[in-house]
């Protein structure tokens, strides 16, 4: 059973920070690939950046030089390190795991499908920035 329970998610004016945590249990995540990616309201859900099970993290254009995604492996739990956060980085937030350890390309593409590939999901965080 794998589960993951986001939380750290709020509301910030633009320009503030915000740090979202994912705690994962059912695998280790120092050998999976993990993502975060976010979706508002009417629109698709779209890839926000990956851990891959390197230790290297992408991102996607939108967020790149803002958000830092790390990992706690002794604790298990991913970080998502949001700064300069900009109105539309309104959305709601999760994180998730694929069935099976993927390697950095395809872990990389599930970022660029949207969440595509990926198995478990979390319940999401809810992110509001406001101006």
């Known amino acids: 059973q794998v589960d993951l329970i986001e939380s750290g998610g709020g509301s910030v004016q633009a320009g503030g920070t915000l740090r979202l945590s994912c705690q994962v249990t059912g695998v280790n995540i120092s050998t999976y690939c993990l993502g975060w990616f976010r979706q508002v309201s009417g629109k698709e859900r779209e890839g926000v950046g990956i851990m891959a099970n390197t230790g290297d993290p992408s991102y996607a254009d939108a967020v790149k030089g803002r958000f830092t995604i790390s990992r706690d492996n002794a604790e298990n739990t991913l970080y998502l390190q949001m700064n300069n956060l900009e109105i539309e980085d309104t959305g709601m937030y999760y994180c998730?795991?694929?069935?099976?350890?993927?390697?950095?390309?395809?872990?990389?593409?599930?970022?660029?499908?949207?969440?595509?590939?990926?198995?478990?999901w979390g319940k999401g965080t809810l992110v509001t920035v406001s101006s």
């Open positions: 998730a795991a694929p069935a099976t350890p993927f390697p950095p390309g395809p872990c990389i593409g599930t970022m660029l499908l949207g969440g595509i590939g990926m198995n478990y």
